[in-house]
Structure formats: C-alpha cells, structure tokens
C-alpha cells in the first residue's frame, strides 16, 4: 500500500479513530525522545511519558478536563534545538515532539489533520534515518535516494504498521479500557520504536 493511500484511509476514519491511530503512532515515537534525553541529559522524559497517558486517558473518558494547553507550553521547554547538539539522534527527539504537539493541537481544535500529521511525522522520521544510514552509498540523483527510502525494509513496515493500525481503529466505535489495552499490547507485540529500536 502507498502512503497517499494509508493517510487516504486515514481521513476516512471518524476523528477518534483517527485520533486513536496517532496516540498508537505515538507510542512507537516517544522512545526516541526518551532515549535522547538520557543520552543528552538534557530534557526531561517523564513530561511527554506523562502527556501521552493523559491523551489515552481523553480518548477514553472524553470529557476529561486536561489542560493541554499548558502541557504544550511546557512540552516546549524541554523540546532540544537541533543546532545545540551534535548527534544524530536529535532529529527523531524532535520529531517526537512536534508530533505530540500536533496530537494536543488536534484534541483542542478538534482538527483531525493534526492527526494526520502525526503519521505523516513519524514516516518523514524513518525517511530522515533511512537517508542518514544511506550517506556511503553510491547515490546521485534524488529519484534513487526516494527509492533507496521507498524501497528500504523500515519503510515498508512503518507503512504496514500504519495500514494495520488504521484496520484495526476502524472496527471499534467508541475506544474504552478494553479496546485501549488492546492497542497498548500491539505496541508491546511490535516490540520496536518506529526506527526500529527495541522497546524497553
């Protein structure tokens, strides 16, 4: 499947399942903040851990009064400038968290495209490590490297990743502690990060 299709079907879900789909995208994101932040010693990475279990506690009790507004205020602070370190592994951190911040701009402005910008985020990640792996081969021309990217293994199981989880979303209807837990356990059953590092 290609990604026009899965962000296609995507938009064809009903705004929670979409949501549910971006919180599920989420989870396989946070650990390359986490990791990051231990590495670095900068930032904190209790605050997004936190944050997330807040939005899986929105998607189940939707009325629940969360200030999301302040948590992206402060997701802000501990969000690193990418020309302040000199690691690869800033990139993924930051995608992390501008991800997030689409996730709560989406919950607040009940916009959808916030979260179809989560998956889109966490695709452009593995594209960027795809492509950061890719710097000793032999490639002079864009079209190979969007090739080398399309074609790479991590690709092909985020994509598949994705069309799953949008298979799954669209069969529940209203998302309690039953069917949370369920997508809790895939993240688990999937055992790796969308980068493909393993899950602690």
């Avoid at 916030?114 to 950061?132: G, Y």
Wanted: proline residues 2%; aromatic residues 8%.
């Amino acid at each position: 499947m290609s990604k026009a299709n899965n962000f296609q079907k995507m938009r064809e879900l009903s705004f929670y399942q979409q949501a549910a789909v971006a919180i599920v995208l989420l989870e396989r994101m946070l650990p390359n903040y986490q990791l990051f932040a231990e590495v670095s010693s900068f930032g904190d990475a209790a605050l997004p851990r936190h944050t997330l279990d807040l939005v899986w506690e929105w998607l189940q009790v939707r009325r629940a009064k969360i200030n999301f507004e302040r948590l992206q205020e402060e997701l802000e602070l501990i969000t690193p400038e990418v020309s302040h370190f000199d690691m690869f592994g800033v990139y993924p951190a930051v995608d992390a968290m501008i991800a997030l911040d689409s996730m709560l701009n989406g919950i607040r402005e009940q916009d959808s495209t916030e979260f179809i910008n989560v998956a889109k985020i966490s695709q452009a990640s593995v594209a960027r490590l795809i492509e950061h792996e890719s710097a000793d081969l032999d490639i002079s021309t864009e079209a190979e490297l969007k090739k080398v990217v399309r074609d790479h293994e991590l690709m092909a199981y985020e994509m598949d990743c994705l069309a799953e989880l949008i298979e799954i979303c669209a069969a529940v209807q209203s998302f309690d502690r039953e069917q949370i837990q369920q997508l809790k356990a895939w993240v688990k059953e999937q055992g790796v990060t969308n980068l493909g590092m393993e899950l602690s």
